[in-house]
């Protein structure tokens, strides 16, 4: 079946430490992007990316790293210069940004992070 | 700079009445994309709709319609004859220059049997 892949679902990470959630998608999607959405709260744009072995910071992309060393790939680092991680974490993806076509963003099935 | 304001934070119904969710954006582009996305307890956003800012047309999908008013800048979301399935959270969200989707807070929608 064709689509984005999240794991894990649940994690819990220890104050200090990184975690990396992964994002994999079959789509042949160009672009990629992870979304944070914090409990009663809208998505806000963490990092994206339009094609692979480049990306640029979203809204609030302090704390966070990522790579697109693969187009079906695009892991999300939360480290520990992130001071409030809890969250719900969703990865998407779209066809090639092409802003005329308003290409629409597809999701994932989310990722719950939690501090410990 | 855009900015999505969905309101209402919480709408609840009995199954069968209609509701209506409002959505404003702004923005200084003239060419623009406004979207719904339904978010079920699982978690996932599911794609609803898309519309263009030079598609006025309001649209109908089964039990779904909705009305894009650029006077108002508006783009609410109407469900008929609400059903308990419908009870999730629903994001309006705006694409606009640079690509970027913005979402709104979102309305959680709770459809009582």
């Known amino acids: 079946d064709g689509g984005i892949t999240q794991s894990p679902k649940y994690l819990f990470r220890k104050e200090g430490q990184n975690v990396t959630l992964s994002c994999e998608q079959n789509?042949?999607?160009?672009?990629m992007y992870w979304y944070r959405q914090d409990p009663g709260q809208g998505l806000r744009l963490i990092y994206y990316?339009?094609?692979?072995?480049?990306?640029q910071k979203g809204d609030i992309a302090e704390g966070y790293s990522v790579s697109r060393e693969k187009k079906e790939s695009f892991p999300l680092t939360v480290t520990s210069a992130q001071k409030n991680p809890t969250a719900f974490y969703l990865c998407a993806s779209s066809p090639r940004q092409a802003f005329s076509s308003g290409n629409t963003i597809y999701f994932g099935e989310g990722s719950w992070l939690t501090v410990v | 700079a855009q900015k999505v304001t969905q309101a209402q934070t919480e709408i609840s119904v009995v199954e069968k009445e209609d509701v209506t969710l409002d959505c404003v954006y702004e923005?200084?582009?003239?060419?623009?994309?406004l979207f719904w996305y339904k978010q079920p307890p699982s978690g996932e956003l599911v794609f609803l709709i898309r519309r263009n800012s030079f598609d006025e047309q309001n649209e109908i999908s089964g039990r779904y319609s909705w009305n894009f008013q650029k006077s108002t800048s508006s783009f609410n979301f109407t469900i008929t004859a609400s059903q308990v399935v419908d009870s999730a959270v629903y994001f309006c969200a705006l694409r606009a220059a640079g690509n970027k989707l913005t979402f709104g807070g979102g309305t959680r929608v709770l459809v009582k049997p």
């Open positions: 990316s339009q094609i692979v072995n480049d990306f």
């Open positions: 789509l042949n999607h160009d672009a």
């Open positions: 923005t200084r582009d003239t060419t623009y994309y």
